[in-house]
């Protein structure tokens, strides 16, 4: 696709349910980041991918985080056991190459609410 | 450790107005970068620009530029002659050899009123 895209754009779930959120990077983008944002607040890195090496878990908060990385391509960020606390926007962004240099694109990111 | 500090909660100018985002930062790295992006209300991050720490000299892109001066380890941003659609969420961000992710500010929110 022509951008980073991310589904659903909004989700509202209940304390407790697990939830699954999807990003589909721009074509040919090996590396695929994972950050969070909450209100008010700059980006939290939780996880990176770049092609078929282990990936950087460092961010993730809690175990109830995990994210996976199908086929070098889509990726879905899963949230076990929903908090409260977990609400915020996530944010997916592909890049050429993961380098320091690279600059990241953002897709538009997923409204999470737990209610 | 990396460390990014955007002083600036929240900027609110007239139209017209030049306004001035500042950026401070920490790093321990020789080479690092520096990035600018934009989040406007759509909520969709956009690059803006990058700078490398070998390279102080300074950049003008249209309306924006940029101040890189590693002897205040300040990184700031100057929108000239703003406009209502300068409106949004400016981020700073770090990135250096020692990690790649990109370490951010808490960002600054500017208003430009008509």
């Known amino acids: 696709g022509a951008g980073v895209s991310q589904s659903p754009s909004n989700k509202v779930t209940e304390k407790g349910k697990d939830v699954e959120l999807r990003c589909d990077p721009i074509s040919g983008h090996t590396a695929l980041y994972w950050y969070r944002q909450s209100l008010g607040q700059g980006l939290e890195f939780l996880i990176y991918f770049q092609g078929n090496s282990a990936p950087d878990k460092s961010g993730l908060p809690s175990d109830r985080f995990s994210a996976e990385r199908t086929g070098g391509s889509v990726s879905t960020l899963t949230i076990q056991r929903t908090q409260q606390e977990d609400s915020a926007v996530y944010l997916c962004a592909s890049s050429y190459w993961t380098g320091a240099s690279t600059e990241a694109f953002f897709g538009q990111g997923t409204r999470l609410t737990v209610v | 450790a990396q460390k990014v500090t955007q002083a600036q909660t929240e900027i609110s100018v007239v139209e017209k107005e030049d306004v001035t985002l500042d950026c401070v930062y920490e790093t321990r790295d020789t080479t690092y970068y520096l990035f600018w992006y934009k989040q406007p209300p759509s909520g969709e991050l956009v690059f803006l620009i990058r700078?490398?720490?070998?390279d102080e000299q300074n950049e003008i892109s249209g309306r924006y530029s940029w101040n890189f001066q590693k002897s205040t380890s300040s990184f700031n941003f100057t929108i000239t002659a703003s406009q209502v659609v300068d409106s949004a969420v400016y981020f700073c961000?770090?990135?250096?050899?020692?990690?790649?992710?990109?370490?951010w500010g808490a960002g600054t929110k500017l208003i430009i009123k008509p």
């Open positions: 700078r490398n720490s070998f």
């Open positions: 961000a770090l990135s250096g050899d020692s990690n790649y992710q990109l370490i």
